[in-house]
């Protein structure tokens, strides 16, 4: 089984017959995780905002728009980035649109793949799990963790989150007398993982996007983004209805 890791969406080459992880820690795949784990019927990404709003139209009601840029939430949208405000009394049986500066087009970037799931630290054993039963049964011999990165840079948060998947991935292999093969970054991220657990947080504050994010109040959601395995739902992306669900 091979692993690699991707450092942002522009970095993405061809996934053809791999399974991709997206991650975007801080903070729109553990938005997209809560808001499904909390019972919205579907999240479906947006490239631009433009997009978003033509989307929303074609739907009648039972639609909440929800994003970001710099961080901030779009004038005239329902919710911003912050996976606090998808709560379970708001987003029960919606659909929500979502659009942000990294995430979204992280999963855009990743549609050549075989199978496009949403990873973060929340879901990181689920999604992990889901992945490896994929390898193992030979659809999909390659895990491609795509982190997105933030405007194009390399991201503290999104590679100690892949890191931690890796590990997973490593330790569940090894259980199976698989040996698995790590690309250099997949390596290194792993590393950086195991030599911070404990202490993400501490580590993760030296990110630019972290102090952003600080910068603005959203020290809570920072909080919940950092909690390993709390849900054990793995959203999927389906490439044809372009729509992210939870397929059990």
């Known amino acids: 089984m091979q692993i ?48 978003a709003l033509i989307l929303a139209r074609k739907f009648e009601g039972h639609v909440l728009l929800g994003g970001e840029r710099g961080a901030v939430k779009i004038p005239g949208f329902d919710l911003g980035n912050s996976p606090l405000e998808y709560k379970k009394e708001l987003v029960s049986g919606k659909t929500v649109i979502l659009t942000t500066s990294n995430g979204t087009r992280a999963i855009k970037a990743s549609e050549s793949a075989e199978h496009v799931f949403i990873g973060c630290f929340l879901n990181a054993s689920a999604v992990a799990e889901k992945a490896l039963k994929l390898a193992l049964l030979g659809e999909a011999p390659c895990v491609s963790i795509v982190c997105a990165g933030t405007l194009g840079e390399f991201s503290l948060d999104d590679s100690a ?47 630019a996007h972290y102090k952003r994010l600080l910068g603005l109040g959203f020290e809570k959601d920072i909080d919940y983004c950092l909690q390993i395995d709390v849900i054990d739902c793995v959203p999927v992306y389906d490439k044809k209805t372009l729509e992210v669900k939870i397929v059990l």
């Open 4 to 51: 690699e890791v991707y450092p942002t969406c522009d970095s993405v080459k061809n996934l053809s017959g791999k399974t991709a992880i997206v991650i975007d820690v801080l903070r729109a795949t553990s938005v997209i995780t809560t808001a499904l784990f909390n019972g919205a019927k579907r999240v479906i990404p947006a490239p631009s905002v433009d997009d």
């Open 161 to 207: 989150c892949a890191g931690l998947i890796v590990d997973i991935l490593v330790r569940n292999i090894e259980r199976e007398k698989e040996p698995p093969e790590l690309s250099d970054l997949a390596f290194a991220c792993r590393d950086l993982y195991l030599k911070y657990q404990s202490n993400l947080k501490a580590f993760i504050s030296h990110a």
